[in-house]
């Protein structure tokens, strides 16, 4: 499954991970404003697609335009799916996030 993720990126998960990753949004109640937001940009903006037998995938034009991928791409390893961003997107993300993950202690992740 791929689809939008938060700070203009593609999120992409196997279909098993992403239906347990989104189990709770499920169950959350839809009389919450910000619930169905949630549910709606996530849900409308999901593509199952299938990998070719070089295992690529495509990836629709209406999560490129989101994502902003026009040229040069990123492809992010993060712990349970795989994100896509465009080249100057996550190098100015990954800029401005370096100072505060440098500062990160046991505080924030006891253990590690």
């Known amino acids: 499954m791929i689809t939008r993720a938060q700070d203009r990126c593609l999120a992409i998960w196997p279909v098993a991970t992403f239906i347990e990753q989104t189990q709770a949004l499920r169950n959350a109640p839809s009389s919450s404003k910000q619930v169905r937001d949630y549910q709606r ?19 629709p034009p209406h999560l490129r335009a989101y994502a902003g991928l026009d040229k040069d791409c990123v492809v992010v390893g993060a712990m349970n799916r795989v994100e896509v961003w465009d ?25 590690l």
């Open 41 to 59: 940009m996530l849900a409308s903006g999901a593509s199952d697609e299938t990998p070719d037998k070089q295992g690529r995938i495509t990836i």
């Open 87 to 111: 080249a100057a997107a996550w190098q100015s993300y990954s800029d401005e996030q370096e100072t505060a993950f440098a500062e990160m202690n046991d505080e924030v992740f006891p253990g």
